[in-house]
């Protein structure tokens, strides 16, 4: 069984190493260890570091800063090409500790789960400001409601995928992050996932994923939308569509009911065309979204159909 640690970085010759070093050099289950290093188009001497590396077994250098999502892609299309049975994703400023590597792929070996993330208590992380744990919070909940089961840290980097699990994956919806998009796009193919609960180390520097709390909001929200669109297309038209609808219906309805009550039974003019007009126009929008809604969703069926086809195609090739 072979362990692929992949790390992606940008311009972190100062602390890569001590990433590398808290990794753990045997694992119980685990035959070989092997580490991938992504440099993202760094402009410092992070790639010099990795090579000089004698943990190191490949380091994948990205000609320009192409972004954490570019990044993560890579690492997993490097950690399949050298074999790995079962992946880890880490990040290059030690944030999570080497030593919850064996917890986080304990359910993989035991066969309980084929995708773990490592899961921190936001509340007790004392370096986040309070409007970072209400969004970490609410953007956890968002995508728990979207996955249909319990995601308790949806943007945890410390992940473990199997190697059937990383076959899936793929990042299309940002640049900015790939943390959002793999829990979606896993749980739509329904991957079993798991969550082990872990401590993070204090911080050695700012983020350099966001510059502050409401550019992390932002982006994190139009990632969410974006993938809300791109995996449940249905769910966005319905709910369009009785958006448009149920105020159609009610000016429609309001129409019906003053043209029998007035006109029918007391001949009296209802002077309510406008209501008339404006709920039709209304149900033509909402009709027309919930057209869009099964076209959307028809292409998406297609999509997955298309994804498991490519997915046996590489399983025949290995």
């Known amino acids: 069984m072979k362990l692929v640690v992949q790390i992606p970085c940008y311009n972190e010759e100062e602390f890569l190493a001590a990433a590398i070093n ?20 760094s ?15 490949k380091v ?31 990040d290059a400023d030690n944030q999570y500790p080497g030593r919850y590597i064996p917890e986080l792929i304990k359910p993989i070996l035991e066969k309980q789960a084929e995708f773990v993330v490592g899961a921190r208590n936001i509340d007790d992380i004392e370096h986040f400001s309070y409007p970072k744990k209400l969004a970490q919070r609410a953007g956890s909940r968002v ?10 840290d949806a943007t945890s980097g410390f992940r473990a995928f199997s190697r059937s699990a990383a076959l899936w994956i793929d990042v299309i919806a940002s640049n900015y992050t ?3 998009e793999t829990l979606v796009r896993l749980s739509s193919h329904k991957v079993r996932l798991a969550h082990v609960p872990i401590t993070v180390n204090p911080p ?34 319905i709910s369009l569509a009785a958006f448009f609808c149920l105020p159609g219906l009610f000016l429609t309805g309001r129409f019906v009911y ?10 009296i003019a209802t002077g309510y065309v406008q209501s008339l007009t404006i709920g039709v126009g209304l149900l033509i929008i909402g009709f027309f979204m919930l057209l869009m809604g099964i076209t959307s969703n028809l292409i998406h069926t297609n999509r997955k159909l298309l ?12």
């Open 178 to 180: 790939y943390t959002l």
């Open 258 to 267: 003053y043209y029998i009550t007035l006109t029918v039974e007391r001949n």
């Open 22 to 41: 808290d990794i753990p050099e045997k694992i119980a289950g685990i035959t070989e260890i092997g580490i991938v290093v992504i440099d993202d188009g």
């Open 307 to 318: 994804e498991r086809l490519l997915l046996l195609q590489q399983k025949d090739r290995e």
């Open 60 to 90: 994948v250098q990205l000609p320009y800063h192409q972004g954490l999502a570019v990044g993560f892609r890579a690492g997993i299309e490097a950690s399949l090409g050298l074999g790995a049975d079962i992946i880890v994703n880490t």
């Open 143 to 152: 995508i728990s409601f979207i996955c249909s089961q319990p995601v308790p």
């Open 204 to 237: 050695i520097r700012k983020s350099r994923l966001m510059g502050n709390s409401l550019e992390y909001i932002a982006k994190s929200t139009l990632d969410i939308l974006t993938l809300v669109y791109i995996y449940s297309p249905l769910k966005v038209f």
């Open 43 to 57: 402009a410092d001497k992070t790639a010099e570091v990795a090579r000089a590396h004698p943990r190191v077994n």
